[in-house]
């Protein structure tokens, strides 16, 4: 059997519903050895999942396309998939709390499942239309991803703050970090994923000018992705300025990253503008 790019990515889906399972077992057991496993998963997963990107980087060239993995739906799901594992690796590592993982793994193993099984979303590798053939594609796709992976890590750590509530003992929601460690991570992975969603926005206002004449236009997703960044920015402001803290941060982590899932999804589907290729 021939292995290609699609292959390795479908098999990486269920590296990652594995991780996610095996996370949420070392959350309810709190055996070492287990939490161990999950991570070896995970970074098996993400590897995996680079050797598909790489992979069908290389077929792109063969078909004599030539470009970076990154221009449909189906691409900038495995994307983000592989971008939102980077940071919770990067946030386990630091931490060196894997609890976090029966959190975090759960999104990337849905883009990964949507990407991989949905039959709305082609995997096959097609020319870029013209709008897309720019050296800014890369530049817009990452940065904007970024900030996209960084905030669902931040919905997670949300999630977590109000499941922990006032519980101070032993038990489930003993063993999740405790509300200060929380309300600081979703602080820092906002802030990270706010000035990454800044760049995105800019350097998609300089390749709109550059592929259509004008740096906005008012299309939907770019619309949408001012109305996310003003989420964002509204708990930052309210943060530093208003001092908020805790659970009004939580539940605003949840309310940008549902914005994000809008832009990213509702507007391919439900509304057509400039954007539109995007569902292609």
């Known amino acids: 059997m021939q292995i ?4 390795l990515l479908s098999l990486t889906t269920f590296f990652y519903l594995g991780a996610a399972a095996v996370y949420l077992l070392y959350w309810i057991f709190r055996l070492h050895k287990i939490g161990i496993l999950a991570t070896i998963i995970t970074v098996s997963g993400f590897l995996l999942e680079t050797a598909g990107i790489a992979l069908r980087w290389k077929e792109s060239y063969a078909l ?7 221009s449909n739906l189906y691409e900038s799901l495995i994307f983000f998939s592989w971008v939102t594992i980077l940071v919770y690796l990067f946030v386990e590592y630091k931490t060196r709390n894997r609890v976090i993982g029966a959190f975090a793994t759960p999104f990337a193993c849905l883009a990964m499942a949507y990407a991989s099984f949905s039959p709305n979303v082609q995997d096959t590798i097609q020319p870029l239309i013209p709008a897309l053939q720019s050296n800014w594609l890369i530049a817009h796709v990452i940065t904007c991803f970024l900030g ?9 750590f949300g999630i977590m703050y109000l499941i922990k509530g006032d519980s101070k003992g032993g038990g489930l929601l003993g063993s999740l970090p405790s509300k200060k460690v929380l309300d600081e991570l979703m602080h820092q992975t906002i802030i990270f994923g706010f000035l990454w969603l800044t760049v995105g926005i800019i350097t998609g206002a300089v390749w709109a000018n550059q592929a259509w004449g004008t740096y906005w236009s008012w299309d939907p997703k770019e619309t ?4 996310t960044w003003f989420v964002y920015a509204t708990a930052l402001h309210a943060r530093f300025v208003r001092g908020w803290a805790g ?3 939580a539940y605003l982590s949840i309310i940008g ?4 899932i809008f832009t990213y999804f509702g507007v391919n589907f439900l509304l057509s503008g400039l954007h539109s290729y995007g569902s292609s």
């Open 4 to 7: 290609n790019s699609s292959y």
């Open 64 to 70: 004599g396309y030539g470009h970076a993995p990154l």
């Open 148 to 156: 996209y992976a960084s905030f669902a890590v931040a919905c997670g």
């Open 224 to 227: 949408w992705s001012l109305i």
């Open 247 to 249: 659970k009004k941060i």
């Open 257 to 260: 990253f549902i914005s994000v």
